[in-house]
């Protein structure tokens, strides 16, 4: 089975300070898309940002960067300048095996609630 | 605009009732997709549509059935579920169907998701 690895279940930040959060995933695909979504309590899955695999530099949307290591199919998300708003569950989505070409579907991660501390 | 909606927001249903689920984006979007989700676990796969017409089906029971009328509305049609049913449904749409190569047009829109309770 393919597998999509959150390590962290949980993680937790001060407002105004850094995080990190890690994945790892497999993949046969060369060329391909990664994206980490943030689900909070109100359900509704929002994109953060996306990463293209066959760039060499690592995608940033504002305060959310990504440290993508391809050879080594690791995809953290950092978060920096933490918000009381960025309190969700974050997914990390690689793309979905697929059999007889790809297809760019996605499969998600186990996910890793965030929290913030005021 | 990258707004896709869903409704109901919830919908509450016996074991022996038909009830659907409605999707809708008005993006040009071509592949359009069913996922559930249930408490404290990530999106699992249900059906892809692309050019309105069915092209994956991740082996879901019968009593679930998807419609895509338009290239602009998704449908998912249900009938005698079982409690194990309950979860949140979420849509998803992207502009790329599937075919051609990888690209940003692989990028995931969701719904709001309408939350199912089956009694």
């Known amino acids: 089975a393919q597998t999509v690895t959150q390590s962290q279940p949980e993680m937790s930040v001060q407002e105004a300070e850094t995080v990190t959060l890690s994945c790892t995933y497999d993949?046969?695909?060369?060329?391909?898309?990664l994206f980490w979504y943030k689900q909070p309590p109100s359900r509704q899955m929002i994109l953060v940002i996306r990463?293209?695999?066959?760039?060499?530099q690592n995608a940033t949307e504002n305060r959310f960067s990504v440290n993508f290591q391809k050879a080594a199919k690791s995809f953290s998300l950092k978060i920096s300048d933490s918000q009381l708003g960025d309190a969700a569950m974050y997914f990390c989505?690689?793309?979905?095996?697929?059999?007889?070409?790809?297809?760019?579907?996605?499969?998600f991660g186990k996910g890793t609630k965030l929290s913030v501390k005021p | 605009d990258t707004e896709v909606t869903q409704t109901p927001k919830h919908l509450v249903m016996g074991m022996t009732n038909k009830k659907s689920l409605k999707c809708e984006q008005h993006m040009g979007h071509r592949a359009m997709y069913w996922y559930k989700q249930k408490a404290k676990k990530p999106p699992e796969l249900m059906f892809v549509?692309?050019?309105?017409?069915?092209?994956i089906n991740e082996s879901v029971p019968s009593r679930f059935s998807p419609e895509c009328p338009n290239s602009s509305l998704l449908n998912l049609h249900l009938h005698a579920l079982q409690p194990e049913d309950s979860a949140l449904y979420l849509c998803?749409?992207?502009?790329?169907?599937?075919?051609?190569?990888?690209?940003?047009?692989?990028?995931?829109?969701f719904g709001p998701g309408t939350r199912l309770t089956v009694l």
């Open positions: 990463q293209e695999a066959y760039k060499q």
């Open positions: 993949t046969s695909e060369s060329d391909y898309y």
């Open positions: 549509y692309s050019y309105e017409k069915l092209s």
């Open positions: 998803a749409s992207r502009p790329r169907g599937l075919a051609g190569l990888t690209s940003s047009t692989d990028t995931q829109y």
């Open positions: 989505a690689p793309p979905r095996r697929n059999y007889g070409g790809s297809q760019g579907n996605l499969i």
